[in-house]
């Protein structure tokens, strides 16, 4: 069974960069999309990306500019930069894996998603 | 409009049926999932391309769908069923992903 885990600083100062790894274990990351979702307090689901085992990366148009993903096989982890952040940057964090192709997006396996604080 | 639109709460007593819709333009021509969130565990998907039930969803969810909404429908709820729901789905060019706001589903 697919298993994955968020870490990450828990309390982010505004205006710094948000930095989170997932690692993914009970089965390889090759060969699919790795994404990130963020849920701020009495909200929804706000997809912020994803990014393929070859590097290729999608983004959410409204974080674009800020975001950045990337991905390490090796280690079987990827990993989440969002700069420049302010309190509306406040939130759960959750990595996914997408089994969905190119054009087609779903989220199978969940991490339980990690609390984010934007604090000075 | 690629935006979906979730009720924020449906009310069910135990062993009857809930039905959760999600409404939006781009339903049609994009399937729909659905999500279920309990507190401090991990989203499930319960739902895959409108209607399908992924392995281990008991056979008392089921999806719909009907024009621009897409309906989640449980019979006989359980009061392990309470939690929240998403759906999601895809703007209609397939770059990025879309969510509805989410019902809370409780259990009477």
């Known amino acids: 069974q697919v298993h994955l885990q968020e870490s990450g600083p828990g309390l982010v100062t505004p205006s710094e960069t948000l930095s989170l790894t997932c690692t993914v274990s009970?089965?390889?990351?090759?060969?699919?999309?790795w994404t990130w979702i963020r849920q701020p307090a009495g909200k929804g689901l706000e997809w912020i990306g994803r990014?393929?085992?070859?590097?290729?990366?999608n983004y959410n148009p409204s974080l674009k500019g800020r975001v950045t993903m990337a991905v390490d096989t090796s280690k079987n982890q990827f990993y989440l930069k969002l700069n420049s952040v302010t309190a509306a940057d406040a939130a759960i964090y959750f990595c996914?894996?997408?089994?969905?192709?190119?054009?087609?997006?779903?989220?199978?396996?969940w991490g339980r998603g990690t609390l984010v604080t934007v604090s000075s | 409009s690629s935006e979906l639109t979730q009720p924020p709460s449906v009310s069910v007593s135990p062993r009857q049926t809930a039905r959760i819709t999600c409404s939006g333009d781009?339903?049609?021509?994009?399937?729909a999932y659905w999500y279920q969130r309990k507190p401090g565990q991990a989203p499930v998907l319960v739902m895959s391309?409108?209607?399908e039930r992924p392995p281990g969803i008991p056979e008392r969810f089921s999806g719909s769908s009907s024009g621009t909404t897409v309906t989640l429908t449980i019979r006989g709820v359980q009061p392990e069923d309470e939690a929240d729901y998403h759906c999601?789905?895809?703007?209609?060019?397939?770059?990025?992903?879309?969510f509805g706001g989410g019902t809370k589903l409780t259990v009477l």
């Open positions: 996914a894996r997408d089994p969905g192709g190119s054009s087609q997006y779903y989220f199978d396996h």
């Open positions: 009970g089965g390889s990351i090759r060969g699919y999309h």
């Open positions: 990014i393929y085992t070859s590097g290729n990366t």
């Open positions: 781009v339903l049609p021509k994009q399937y």
């Open positions: 391309k409108d209607s």
């Open positions: 999601q789905s895809t703007d209609s060019s397939g770059s990025y992903v879309v």
